[in-house]
C-alpha cells in the first residue's frame, strides 16, 4: 500500500480534528443521555416481542416471510463497519500512546497496562472514545437482526433479547464512566463482527458454508479471551492502587459472566443436539443395512 494512502488513512482514522477534539457529554453526543438508552432498549424488546406475537396469531406456523437480500445487506454493511472501527481505535490507541508515553515513565505505566487499566481521573474525551462513541452507535444496528430472526424463521428467545439488550448497555457504560479495558474490548468485539458478519454475507449469497458451528465457535474464542483479559484488570487494579470506572466493570463483569452462563448453556444444548442427531443418523444407517443383508439372505434362501 502507498505511504500516501496509509497517511491518508490515518488522517481520516485517527488523526481529524473532529476525533482528536471529540467530547461526550449528555448536550452535544446524540444517546449520551441515560433516559435515552433506558428507552431505546425497552423499546427494542416490546417491539420484537410484539412483532413475534402478532405473526404468531396472524400466520401459520411454518410461513415465512421473505426478506430478500435485506439480511444480506445488513450482515456486509455490519461487518464493514466492523472493520472500520477496528482499524479507527486500533490507529488511534496506539496515537494515543505515543503522545501521552512521557506521562506513563512517571507512573511506570506499560502500554499494556494501559490498554487494561485507564489511570484515575480518565475523561471521555479524545480519540480512543470517539471510536467507543461509534461502537455504541453502531450497537443500534446489530439490533435489527432480532427483526430479521423473527420475520424470518418466527424465533425469539430470551438470551437474543438479553444479550443484545446488556451489549448496548454495557457500550453505553464504557463511556459514561471512561470505564478500563474499553479498547481491547472494542478491539475483539469488532474483529470478531467483522469476520463473523462477513461469513453470515457470504453465506447469505448462497456460498458454501463451514462444516462445523463458525459462528459458535468464533464466539467462543471471543468469551474466552475477554474472560482472561478481565481477570488482568482485577489482577492491575489491585496492584496499581486503583483503575478508572471500577465501578462500571464490576457491573460489567457480572452481566459478562450471565451471558457467558446462557451462552455455555446453549452451546452445550447444541453439542448434544447435533451428537444425538448424529447418532441416530448412524443407527437408521446401520439399521436399514441390517434390513437389506436380511433381505438379501432371505431371497438367497429362497
Keep these: 500500500m502507498p505511504l500516501s494512502t496509509i497517511q491518508t488513512i490515518r488522517y481520516w482514522l485517527s488523526e481529524h480534528p473532529i476525533i482528536v477534539n471529540f467530547r461526550w457529554n449528555h448536550a452535544q453526543s446524540w444517546g449520551s443521555t441515560w433516559s435515552f438508552v433506558f428507552t431505546a432498549i425497552a423499546i427494542y424488546i416490546v417491539a420484537a416481542i410484539f412483532l413475534h406475537l402478532l405473526l404468531c396469531l396472524l400466520l401459520r406456523r411454518n410461513h415465512r416471510i421473505p426478506l430478500g437480500p435485506i439480511p444480506a445487506v445488513h450482515s456486509l454493511a455490519v461487518s464493514l463497519i ?14 494515543e500512546i505515543r503522545d501521552t508515553r512521557w506521562f506513563w515513565r512517571r507512573t511506570n505505566t506499560t502500554t499494556f497496562q ?20 461509534v461502537f455504541y452507535l453502531s450497537r443500534f444496528l446489530h439490533l435489527l437482526r ?3 430472526s423473527v420475520l424470518k424463521y418466527r424465533k425469539l428467545t430470551f438470551f437474543q433479547l438479553f444479550n443484545q439488550s446488556i451489549l448496548t448497555f454495557m457500550s453505553f457504560l464504557w463511556l459514561e464512566f471512561s470505564q478500563s479495558f474499553q479498547v481491547l474490548a472494542i478491539l475483539l468485539t469488532t474483529l470478531l463482527y467483522s469476520v463473523v458478519y462477513g461469513y453470515r454475507f457470504w453465506t ?27 481477570f488482568g484488570v482485577l489482577f492491575l487494579h489491585l496492584l496499581k492502587g486503583g483503575c478508572n470506572g471500577i465501578g462500571a466493570w464490576g457491573f460489567n463483569s457480572v452481566l459478562n459472566a450471565v451471558i457467558l452462563l446462557l451462552f455455555m448453556n446453549f452451546y452445550v444444548k447444541m453439542h448434544l443436539k447435533n451428537r444425538k442427531s448424529s447418532q441416530l443418523r448412524t443407527d437408521d ?8 443383508s436380511a433381505q438379501h439372505l432371505k431371497v438367497k434362501d429362497s
Design 82 to 95: 466492523s472493520v472500520v472501527i477496528f482499524v479507527g481505535i486500533l490507529l488511534s490507541a496506539a496515537a
Design 114 to 133: 494501559w490498554l487494561l487499566c485507564f489511570p484515575l481521573g480518565t475523561r471521555p474525551s479524545g480519540r480512543v472514545f470517539f471510536w467507543s462513541y
Design 146 to 148: 432480532t427483526f430479521f
Design 204 to 230: 447469505a449469497i448462497g456460498l458454501p458454508s463451514a462444516c462445523f458451528p463458525f459462528v459458535v465457535n468464533c464466539q467462543m474464542v471471543s468469551l474466552g479471551c475477554n474472560l482472561v483479559c478481565h
Design 285 to 292: 444407517d446401520g439399521s436399514s443395512k441390517h434390513s437389506s
